[in-house]
């Protein structure tokens, strides 16, 4: 196992993908910066279209913490389409028709790379392989209100199965529109050191985080034999590994909010190349660790 988790650090709300008047979201900066802060959450990355966003000491100071970062989109050489967030320090960059060529741009500034949204933008496993992918969406809020592709917990299986070390990133890609007005439907809750652009993308970097739409893991421990969790209530607790290999925990439809997975006498969870969890809460609403 990783042991990416800790008992130490705190736990920050954030959302990792956030549209402004900048590009074609509905809301002004300082508009998403107040609605997000008042939805009591910790930081945003705001992710225009082609549009980075890089805060300046000129700039005024929000009461959240505001991450950079930009989004690109385009056909590759093959014709695969793509969705790419990128977070960090990133600068303005253009249209370009060569989506290989704006990635090796962002790979260059280190950028923390997410594909956004894959199963609404039709990728498959060769798309995600055929990148330095950090994470994937596993949940996009707008995509589940557009056409109902907004989560694909397959394709980050088949990533992992195969030993890829993608993240899972919950995200509201809100614009705030008319067309698609959702927001603070998906987010993730990250174990930082302190609140600051760099231990949070630190953190992300080292997978420290958890995806969710709703439910919330207080404290995640385990060894070769154990994994034991608190949470907020909950109604069910998945184990997951390769293949069918996994196990479950369900009361009928009692609430519980700790739980523990026995792992020792199980050789097929024993030997996955990859366990993580899930729970889920009596609204359906799922939040997903990364690898463990």
Known sequence: MLYTYSQSRKWYKGNTHVHTTQSDGGKSIKEVCEMYHDAGFDFIAITDHWKAYRKKESDPDFDILTIDGIEIDGNDASGHYYHIVALGPV????????????IEILVAQHAFLILAHPYWSGNREEDIKKFPFHALEIYNHVCSWLNGKGTCAYLWDVALEDGLPLFAIASDD????????????????VQAEELTQTDILTALRKGRFIATTGPHFKSISYDNETIACTTGDIVKARLVGAGYSGDRLWYGGDVFNEFTFDISKNPRLKNSPYLRL?????????AWTNQL
């Open 91 to 102: 600068a303005d960059m253009t249209v370009d028709p060569c989506l290989e060529r704006s």
């Open 278 to 286: 899930e729970i889920e809460d009596a609204n359906g609403k799922i």
């Open 174 to 189: 809100a614009h705030l529109l008319p067309a698609h007005p959702g927001w603070n439907g998906g987010w993730i809750m």
